[in-house]
């Protein structure tokens, strides 16, 4: 059983910069590709970055585009999502999830494991 525990959320000003880690347990964190969701408070949860199990394949949603760097490393079993240039409408619980295949999905429905959630919150 996978599991995965997200840490790094935070209070922010726009502008600033917080980096994300979702650190993995419990499988080959190489055979997994890795995404990161989010949910504003009601608002549907919404794709914001996937990496492939190997590193070698990314997306990102429009509205990250320049901003969100997403990366996974597989010797420490972690992704990390880098967030410069941050906005207010960027606030939101992100989630980290988990899914066992080479491609990259982007709806939260093909994902089979979940991390609890990290607050980030960026003030104006």
Same mark, same amino acid.
């Given at each position: ?21 979702c650190?993995s347990?419990?499988?080959? $964190?190489?055979?997994y ?9 009601? @608002?549907?949860?919404? $794709? !914001?970055?996937? !990496?492939?199990?190997?590193?070698g ?5 429009d509205? #990250? @585009?320049?901003? $969100?760097t997403?990366?996974k490393?597989?010797? @420490?079993?972690? !992704? ?11 606030t939101? !619980?992100?989630?980290c ?6 491609? #990259? $999905?982007?709806?939260?429905r ?11 919150? #960026?003030?104006?």
């Open positions: 059983q996978v599991q995965l525990v997200e840490s790094g959320g935070g209070l922010v000003q726009a502008g600033g910069s917080l980096r994300l880690s650190a347990s419990g499988g080959t $964190f190489s055979y590709t890795m995404v990161w969701f989010r949910q504003a408070p009601g @608002k549907e949860r919404e $794709f !914001v970055a996937a !990496v492939s199990w190997s590193g394949n990314t997306d990102s949603a509205s #990250v @585009k320049g901003r $969100f997403i990366s490393d597989n010797a @420490k079993n972690t !992704v990390y999502l880098q967030m410069n240039s941050l906005k207010p409408e960027d939101a !619980v992100y989630y999830a988990a899914v066992r295949s080479s491609a #990259v $999905f982007t709806t939260p093909r994902y089979d494991y979940w991390g609890q959630g990290t607050q980030v919150t #960026v003030s104006s």
